[in-house]
Each structure stands twice: as structure tokens, then as C-alpha cells.
């Protein structure tokens, strides 16, 4: 095939129109281009009144060190407040946050309420394992409820989290452990994949050899598998935060505070970690969930599976 052929294939000028009915109870119009058009700030200042905030924001953006930009940067809130605690404060504790449906056909309904405990119950459990505000946590883990909860309980104490997929080596998994420089590894005897059991620990295991940072691991028993154990430094899930109490109060930190890292793959060398941090991402979060999914919250349900490729729950 030619240059030119291609470069064919690459031109697309049709236009499809949406369904009307769908394009009538959208939650963006063609207006929003206009407002964002004309005063770019102004509208992701309007964006980010979606959230709850402890102070809320006068500056929209520092851009005066390119190319480190600065979000909504005197304002503070916390984000696990505002995926969790502000929809139970709403009255919306009864209604269904995680619909989960497991590889084995397990399932579980959490709603609001069920998950602002268990995060607390997270929460109150790596802060008795040292972990506090600023740290790293590694999260290699199937996807299950666990995972979310993990991620949402460091950002409730101000830990950032890393999560890495289920899949990669315990070399891959070291590098980011090394790099984040992790206090605590969060993960599963192992999770499904394919209809069978696949396991996790044993990677972990052979990751921390090869570092020096990792203080614990914390376990989720999910395929009952044997695991091998280092007694002081591997806790199961359900012996630690089922025992924590439900109670725990979120603190508000910096919009500029760090949220988690995500890793490149690292194919063509080491993986870079790329930061992300708490008020500009949640805004553009919450937006996203808005405009693109169009989701409407007294009656839709967001679908997210598992590639065949993931380790899933």
C-alpha cells in the first residue's frame, strides 16, 4: 500500500448525529465548547465546583514554571472524601457504589455506606502499619473490591499509591517498588485468570528480595492458595482491617498534594513514573464521568472489565 493510500485512509470528514432523544437529555451541549472557548480558566474553575473542598481554590492555574503546572494549588480537599464520605453525607448511603461480579461467579453489591467503612477500616489499618501522609504503597493486585478500597484508603491518609499490574514480573514489579520507594506492598495470594487460580504472592515475594524498602505486605485472601510467609512482615487482610475500627476522619491536603504514580511499561527501557496529584485530576475525573460518559447518577451503572490479558478477580 502506498504512502498516499494511507495517508487516504487517514482523512475522515463524515459526520454521524447522535440519536435526538440522546442528544436532548445530554449533560453537555455545544455550548460548553463556547464557554471553554472564551474563557479557558473560567471554565475549569466552574469544573472543579463539582467537588467538595475543605478551601476552596481562588487560582484556577500556575503556569508560571513551564512546563509544571499547577492546579487549583491553594485550595485543599481530600479525595477519598469525595469519591466516598460526601455521597453517604447526601443521604445516598443505601445506593450501590461497586457492583462486583468475580471470575469464579462470586459476587458483591457494596453500596456508599458499606464503602466508606471499609476504606476507613483501610485507613485506620496502614496507619497502624506506619504508613502516613507522603509515603508510597504499592498496590499489585486482582481486580477486585480490595483494590479500589486499597487506593481510596491511602488517598484518604495522604499516601500515594502505585499500582502495577497484576501480570508483570517480579523484576517489573521490584523497579517500581525501588523507584516509588514503597513502604508497604499491598496484594492477593493470587486471583483468576481464565477460570484458574493464578498466583501474585510468589512475585512479590521475589520483588522484595531484591529491594530494601519494603517494611510490609499487606495480603488479600482471595484464591486460598498456599503462600509462603515472613512472619513480621506479611499481614493478612482480613486478620488487620477487620479488625479496625469504621471510624476515621479524612484529612483535607494540598490540590498539588500527590495522588498516585502510574508507570510507563518500560518496553523500550526503564519505566518512567508519571505523578499525578489530587485537585486538577479529580476535576478532570469528574468532568469526564459527566461529559463523556454521560453518566446520570440516578440510573446508570459504568461497566469496566478486565482485558483478558489482566489478572482478574
Known sequence: MSNESLANLLKEERRFAPPAELAAHANVTAEAYEQAEADRLGFWAEQARRLSWATEPTETLD??????????????????????DRHVEAGNGDRVAIHFEGEPGDSRAITYAELKDEVSRAANALTELG?????????????????????????????????????????????RIQDADAKVVI??????????PAALKPAVDDAIDRVDNVEHVLVVRRTGQDVAWTEGRDVWWHELVERQSAEHTPEAFDAEHPLFILYTSG????????????????????????????LKP???????????GWVTG
Open 63 to 84: 503556569w508560571s514554571n513551564p512546563p509544571f503546572a499547577k492546579w487549583f494549588a491553594d485550595g485543599r480537599l481530600n479525595v477519598a472524601y469525595n469519591c466516598v
Open 131 to 175: 504508613v502516613s501522609k507522603g509515603d508510597r504503597v504499592a498496590v499489585y493486585m486482582p481486580m477486585i473490591p480490595e483494590t479500589v478500597v486499597a487506593m481510596l484508603a491511602c488517598a484518604r491518609i495522604g499516601a500515594a499509591h502505585s499500582v502495577v499490574f497484576g501480570g508483570f514480573s517480579a523484576d517489573a514489579l521490584a523497579t
Open 187 to 196: 496484594t492477593a495470594d493470587g486471583g483468576y485468570r481464565r477460570g484458574k
Open 267 to 294: 518496553t523500550t527501557g526503564k519505566p518512567k513514573g508519571i505523578l499525578h496529584t489530587s485537585g486538577g485530576y479529580l476535576t478532570q475525573a469528574a468532568y469526564t464521568h459527566h461529559a463523556v460518559f454521560d
Open 298 to 308: 440516578e440510573t446508570d451503572v459504568y461497566w469496566c472489565t478486565a482485558d483478558v
